[in-house]
């Protein structure tokens, strides 16, 4: 069940706080990605890299943003700006995009 | 515009029962269809894709162009099936879209 992991699991934050969640594998995988899930929404996407040192907007970026300066690591920030962030993340990861991603256990950030 | 639709937020069945989980997209080019699953304290992890034609675990999904559809069959539930299940399309722009997922509750 390795291959992907992200941390922390459990993540609280005040409101106008950033907070960094993580995500590596070591899949040897070209694409990553961070989705979102919410009860009755299903996963929307917040931003994907395709290749080191390349990211693009998903759907609903606004608020976070993210890095790609290794092809394992994929952080992102969940900023004061972002509205609404209490949340399930999840990170997922591919070989190339369009084949089977595979997902991280996510976290659970909770705004106090 | 790219979607995905499952109409469905709960399908509650009994052991043995046939399952049709549903799917339709709106896509205009020739689309790849996945569906995905997430059982209780589990990762989301993939179940199927159409381009592979397989059954997994007993499921099934044809791929319906002229319907836009992608249902997910399975002729007998077992208990063991209860999950959240998602359909995804990847269309354009190297992006996987996901549907709101459908709760599969299956009784003894």
């Known amino acids: 069940d390795g291959g992907i992991t992200q941390s922390p699991k459990y993540l609280f934050r005040k409101e106008g706080q950033n907070v960094t969640l993580s995500c590596e594998q070591n899949l040897n995988h070209d694409a990553m990605y961070w989705y979102r899930q919410d009860p009755g929404q299903g996963l929307r996407l917040i931003y994907y890299?395709?290749?080191?040192?390349?990211?693009q907007k998903g759907d609903i970026a606004e608020g976070y943003s993210v890095s790609r300066e290794k092809k394992e690591s994929f952080p992102l920030t969940v900023t004061s700006a972002q509205k609404n962030p209490t949340a399930f993340y999840l990170c997922a990861s591919s070989i190339v995009p369009g084949n089977e991603q595979f997902f991280g256990p996510g976290t659970r950030l909770t705004v106090l | 515009a790219q979607r995905v639709t499952q109409p469905e937020k709960l399908l509650s069945v009994f052991k043995g029962a046939p399952v049709e989980l549903k799917c339709n997209y709106s896509?205009?080019?020739?689309?790849?269809l996945f569906w995905y699953v997430q059982y209780s304290r589990q990762r989301l992890q993939l179940l199927l894709r159409?381009?592979s034609r397989e059954s997994i675990k007993g499921f099934t999904a044809d791929l319906n162009k002229g319907e836009t559809s992608f249902h997910l069959k399975k002729p007998f539930a077992q208990e063991e099936d209860s999950a959240m299940y998602y359909c995804a399309l990847f269309g354009g722009y190297n992006k996987l879209i996901f549907g709101a997922g459908t709760r599969l509750a299956v009784h003894p």
């Open positions: 159409h381009i």
């Open positions: 890299s395709q290749i080191v040192n390349d990211f």
């Open positions: 896509y205009s080019g020739s689309p790849e």
